[in-house]
């Protein structure tokens, strides 16, 4: 079974919530939907479901439109669990969860598969909250009774809309194991809207991002969640790294850069000398860029989390000639050079150095870092901004010791 967005768009009330928003999920595959709020994550869920329906587009589930099929019809193809949990009568649980059968109960005839109600309970854990009352449990169960009916209705595809909300951390991973479960059953599709991106994308095969009604990227969550992508959907500013327990994306918030340094800065690393620079000129709103370093390093990692462009070589190697090439490419496109005084040799390399613009040197060490202004750590942001617009190159003498010309 497989969900087919094409081109949907949608109004309410006049004003366009959603823009050509396509999207496609196949049997066995769990999609996130993320995206700031008021994104249109709800809507375009809606609009999946057949509640709303597209002014242009199409939603399609096995090349059937959703729009056109008979209630009870798209109600045996598409089950939805809202992210309201509330209930306005006192029905038991078991009661809850036959509402799911709806679909599949002839008008004047009995249920054709009188055991679904008990298996679906039994999948979503609340078998033993059968006869309370649902207005008797906590949020995290009722969010599991919700999901129960809609397994009930053996639907092949599954809309869950923020599974996750208001929910402690104990109950979000145990719902999302158990929607990450019921997509591994390979015979259901299954699209969440979730609103914590570090749960998205552990769980989540692809993410679909979206923002002001449009799709802004998709794809595997690593490709989407890039600190310039979740800064143009969420206007925040993010470090994204790699969870070590997991191998999965993790998104850290940052605050705003606290400055505006308008200068385009190549940092020469090596032996993880480079990471504080790099942080600092995060901060001042620097474009940045860094190398040679070793891949996997704290350099490394470092440039990654901030989505800083890296020339990078293999660890206990020298750079070769085309990654020399590629970071002097770098160092010529760049205002200015930043050499921290600990960095490596050959983070150091005279090549680049003979063709750098302006050099600051941060710290008091002396690991052939050469000329140029030599600053701490804390004042490296004003020295950059301080350049004269024709600053001194790097100059190497005959004797390999650099020197300011």
Not at 36 to 65: F, I, Q, W, Y
Not at 163 to 183: F, I, K
Not at 373 to 388: C, F, K, N, P
Request: aromatic residues 2%; proline residues 6%; charged residues 25%.
């Amino acid at each position: 079974m497989t969900l087919d967005v094409r081109d949907v768009d949608v109004e309410l009330g006049g004003t366009q919530i959603l823009e050509a928003v396509s999207a496609d999920v196949g049997d066995g595959r769990l999609v996130g939907v993320v995206g700031p709020n008021g994104a249109g994550k709800s809507t375009l869920l809606r609009a999946m479901n057949g509640v709303v329906e597209p002014v242009s587009g199409t939603v399609l589930v096995d090349e059937e439109a959703v729009h056109e099929l008979p209630s009870k019809a798209a109600s045996r193809r598409i089950a939805s669990v809202p992210q309201d949990t509330s209930l306005g009568f006192d029905f038991t649980v078991r009661e809850t969860v036959e509402m799911g059968r709806h679909a599949h109960v002839p008008r004047f005839g009995t249920d054709p598969d009188p055991e679904a109600v008990e298996r679906a309970m039994e999948r979503a854990e609340v078998a033993q909250f059968a006869d309370r009352e649902v207005t008797s449990l906590s949020g995290g169960e009722k969010q599991r009774v919700l999901l129960a009916r809609a397994l009930a209705q053996q639907a092949p595809v599954l809309l869950l809309d923020e599974p996750t909300a208001s929910l402690d951390v104990n109950h979000q991973v145990r719902t999302l194991e158990l929607v990450r479960g019921l997509a591994d059953d390979a015979d259901r599709a299954v699209v969440a809207a979730i609103h914590d991106l570090d749960l998205a994308a552990r769980y989540c095969d692809e993410l679909v991002l979206v923002a002001d009604g449009r799709v802004l990227d998709s794809g595997l969550p690593a490709d989407v969640l890039t600190p310039a992508q979740v800064r143009k959907a969420f206007d925040a500013r993010v470090a994204v790294g790699t969870d070590p327990a997991t191998g999965d994306p993790t998104v850290t918030p940052l605050p705003d850069a606290d400055g505006d340094l308008d200068e385009r800065v190549h940092v020469l690393g090596g032996g993880d000398a480079a990471a504080p620079v790099l942080r600092v000129l995060a901060d001042a709103g620097a474009t940045v860029t860094v190398g040679p370093v070793s891949e996997g390093s704290l350099d490394h990692e470092t440039a990654t989390r901030f989505g800083f462009d890296a020339v990078t070589v293999p660890p206990f190697s020298s750079p070769d000639d085309a990654a020399v090439a590629r970071a002097s490419d770098l160092v010529a496109a760049a205002d200015a050079v930043v050499v921290p005084s600990d960095a490596a040799s050959w983070g150091a390399n005279d090549a680049l150095r003979d063709i750098a613009t302006a050099a600051v040197v941060v710290g008091d060490g002396d690991r052939r870092t050469g000329g140029g202004a030599r600053v701490e750590l804390g004042g490296l942001v004003d020295a950059l901004a301080a350049l004269d617009a024709e600053p001194e190159p790097f100059a190497v003498t005959d004797g390999g010791d650099a020197t300011a010309e």
